[in-house]
């Protein structure tokens, strides 16, 4: 990722835009924040948040015309909130101290301002706290301009003066009773670097000034004459506009006087829409909280409780709806630098690794974000970029990646025409994890298909590649995928049937007349055991990779209601599916991540599951979730204990897949069974507690048994004279197991299993 597409996706995420009322207010006070302490009673807070956007927040609280409230999102669904009756009475019941601008470097420069209504007031205000010279000319006796056109009730004459006295300053100077002419300034222009005209543009006093046909720049306040700047919002009297006026003037004259562009980077000042997204789906209906003070005003309770409405406007939509992305703490935008600075680094650590490997890559984030930002596709950019460059370490996937290789090697890979056919007009490919979690579903389905489709159908075992394709491995990838696709050659091209979903996501783009098989079978005959019939209630899990298969969701559920099912939509199901935490390898990368996911998942319902993945069946069942996979309500000799049937586990998947090719060929191509050669031959026994370490630890019965079988042979192990326990080690491959066990005539013991990355090399004598 470059910083161009750095910059484009980042463009993507709005959770950093200001909210409405923020964007909206010409002065940007951050409202959402001043809700919050409100609603802590946190006065202090309060007024402080007030203090650093609003030069005099006493006045300001009384007279502004609250632009803030126009564009409230929390009118969407009630009223839009008090703000300005809120800001009152915080600052008349917890009036803050009268603002320190505190020790600035002074500047040589010397800024006359024009009038002293609020333009003229903020931009000397402003100035003064830059460290300039500043003088203030009034045409009156009172400073403060139009601000005493206020009833006194209003702005009391007391509020004014206190709110003023901020600009008692050494580098400030007030002169009364200065009325300023057009022909004066010439003479101030000799006197001072710069001048501020605080009137509106176009207005009676400015046009005096500045002569008829003067124009005033609304961006840069610049008037036709150098050095001198005026109000740049013609005709606007809103009190709030016009101290964004005299705001956008004083930094105008700094960037003036420091000899910095004045039109540069000022998108940002002044009101504007904000693109922050706001979801008010599901908001309750509030109507403003009413005033009961006798003054007019809420009280203290009444102030927290209209506080509480905020909506405290975020989008966030993604990370309401991903485990991921709110397991991180962050949001798309910041996880985007993460990774942009995790691929950039040259030498050091990489932080954001497991970050860029946690992610399921299921799509949902695209799927809810109003902009379509997909940080799965992200992820799988930087998982492809740092495997290709040598720079993601393989331990997070290697495990998965080994797994892909047994399901692609002789132990479990099949190809073969219908017994009795030369050709194969469809051909059914049934997954990798089915056929480890359900082989015998594999087995009948197959006999199924057989019975029900004429011109043959051929028979694929293996793996579609997506372990590999998850893990940003495309070379393994692509090899894998060009084996596969030639075995399907060899029969002739024939229309594949998938039962995975996975499978049917990596070839439907790749390979023609890819069907999936619920699609294929939703108005076929059912064999329906006849305790597959009515079960009852069940939720749909749909698998994250069927998200835009519309078609496949509609023949599940058809099939569902075939069966006599009631069907219970989940919160999220169909194209806003979620992911059961195996997809993009998350379970192998951050486990705990994971189990969160799972767990979450399976508390949206209190029916039975229903899954047409495998994993998502095997993994709701291991977290004690009643779950079946479509296949049991079809097939299963079992119904009563289905739903209940525990996750296979990585080492039963193996034993599953390599039984369930022998089986096949056994009993459809009638070849002879094959005896278990080798390090398979070992026995292994292995209580509750040490099977699931091994599973935790990811390692396998087979890598336990070469452990073994190697000590044994060539008795290479330690013992440990206190108990007789052996322990030994073997590096099968690029990571070195070890195994504490014991003989027993029938076979071993495992007392304890773990494994490392490490190589361990014998020393060499001479």
């Given at each position: ?30 409202v ?11 006065w ?60 600035v ?43 005493w ?17 901020v ?69 606007n ?22 000899g ?35 003054s ?68 949902l ?8 930002l ?5 992820c ?94 495309q ?31 990596m ?26 019939a ?82 998502c069946?095997?993994?709701?069942a ?88 190697h ?6 192990k ?49």
């Amino acid at each position: 990722m470059d910083q161009v597409e750095l910059r484009r996706l980042e463009s993507k995420c709005g959770q950093e835009n200001p909210p409405a009322c923020t964007a909206g207010c010409p002065i940007h006070v951050d409202v959402r924040k001043l809700m919050l302490a409100i609603q802590n009673q946190d006065w202090k807070s309060a007024a402080s948040i007030l203090q650093q956007k609003q030069p005099f927040p006493g006045i300001i609280s009384r007279i502004c015309d609250h632009p803030c409230e126009d564009v409230c999102k929390r009118k969407g669904a009630g009223e839009t909130i008090a703000i300005s009756n809120l800001e009152r009475f915080c600052l008349e019941n917890h009036p803050p101290k009268i603002a320190n601008v505190g020790p600035v470097t002074p500047k040589s420069q010397a800024v006359a301002v024009v009038g002293s209504g609020l333009r003229g007031l903020t931009a000397a205000y402003d100035l003064a706290r830059k460290g300039y010279i500043v003088t203030i000319f009034e045409k009156s006796d009172r400073l403060g301009g139009n601000l005493w056109k206020y009833p006194e009730q209003q702005l009391p004459a007391q509020v004014i003066a206190n709110e003023l006295s901020v600009l008692n300053r050494p580098n400030v100077t007030i002169e009364r009773n200065a009325g300023i002419t057009r022909q004066d300034l010439s003479q101030l222009k000799e006197r001072f670097d710069a001048l501020y005209i605080g009137f509106a543009a176009q207005s009676e006093d400015a046009l005096e000034l500045l002569g008829e046909n003067s124009t005033v720049d609304p961006i840069s306040c610049t008037t036709p004459i150098a050095g001198v700047f005026a109000g740049g919002q013609p005709g606007n009297n809103s009190p709030i506009n016009a101290v964004a006026d005299g705001r956008r003037g004083a930094v105008s004259i700094d960037r003036y006087l420091q000899g910095a562009s004045l039109t540069a980077s000022r998108d940002g000042e002044g009101a504007f829409e904000s693109n922050l997204f706001v979801n008010l789906n599901g908001i309750p209906s509030l109507p403003t909280v009413p005033m009961s003070h006798e003054s007019g005003g809420y009280t203290g309770e009444e102030a927290v409780q209209e506080a509480g409405r905020c909506l405290n406007c975020q989008c966030l939509e993604c990370v309401k709806a991903c485990k991921y992305l709110e397991f991180y703490g962050g949001y798309p935008k910041k996880y985007l630098r993460e990774i942009y600075n995790n691929e950039s680094i040259v030498m050091g650590k990489r932080h954001a690794n497991k970050l860029i490997n946690s992610c399921m890559q299921c799509g949902l984030c695209a799927e809810v974000c109003p902009n379509d930002l997909d940080m799965g596709q992200v992820c799988l950019a930087s998982r492809e970029s740092m495997v290709m460059r040598g720079k993601m370490p393989p331990s997070a996937h290697d495990f998965a990646l080994r797994d892909m290789a047994f399901s692609n090697s002789e132990q479990f890979a099949l190809t073969r025409h219908q017994p009795g056919f030369n050709s194969s007009k469809y051909v059914f490919f049934p997954g990798c994890q089915l056929s480890g979690s359900s082989p015998e579903h594999v087995e009948k389905v197959y006999a199924y298909l057989t019975e029900q489709l004429a011109g043959g159908v051929g028979l694929m075992l293996r793996c579609c590649g997506a372990p590999a394709h998850w893990g940003g491995n495309q070379g393994q990838f692509q090899t894998s995928f060009e084996e596969m696709v030639a075995e399907w050659e060899s029969l002739g091209k024939p229309q594949m049937i998938v039962a995975c979903s996975t499978c049917h996501s990596m070839f439907r783009e790749k390979l023609p007349g890819v069907v999936s098989l619920w699609e294929l079978i939703k108005d076929m005959n059912l064999p329906i055991q006849g305790a597959g019939a009515n079960y009852g209630k069940v939720a749909v899990q749909d698998p994250c990779t069927t998200r835009y298969e519309q078609g496949i969701h509609e023949a599940v559920r058809h099939i569902l209601l075939r069966l006599g099912c009631e069907i219970e939509e989940l919160p999220y199901s169909k194209e806003l599916t979620k992911c059961c935490g195996f997809g993009g390898l998350t379970a192998f990368a951050n486990p705990g991540l994971a189990q969160q996911i799972v767990e979450n998942r399976i508390k949206e319902s209190t029916a039975d599951y229903v899954a047409y993945c495998a994993m998502c069946r095997d993994r709701f069942a291991a977290h004690g979730k009643r779950t079946l996979h479509l296949l049991d309500l079809i097939f299963a000799d079992d119904l009563k204990n289905a739903a209940t049937r525990p996750d296979s586990g990585f080492s039963q998947r193996h034993e599953h897949r390599a039984r369930l090719k022998r089986t096949l060929l056994h009993k459809f191509w009638q070849t002879p069974q094959e005896r278990e050669r080798g390090y398979r031959t070992i026995k292994i026994i292995c209580n509750e507690e040490i099977s699931k370490l091994m599973e935790e630890r990811l390692i396998l019965i087979e890598d336990v048994q070469q452990v073994i079988e190697h000590a044994e042979r060539t008795g290479s192990k330690f013992i440990n004279p206190d108990n007789g326990n052996y322990l030994a080690y073997f590096r099968p491959a690029r990571v070195t197991y070890w195994v504490e066990y014991q003989p027993q005539e029938d076979g071993f013991v495992v007392l304890n299993a773990y494994s490392h990355r490490m190589e361990i090399v014998e020393e060499v004598k001479p």
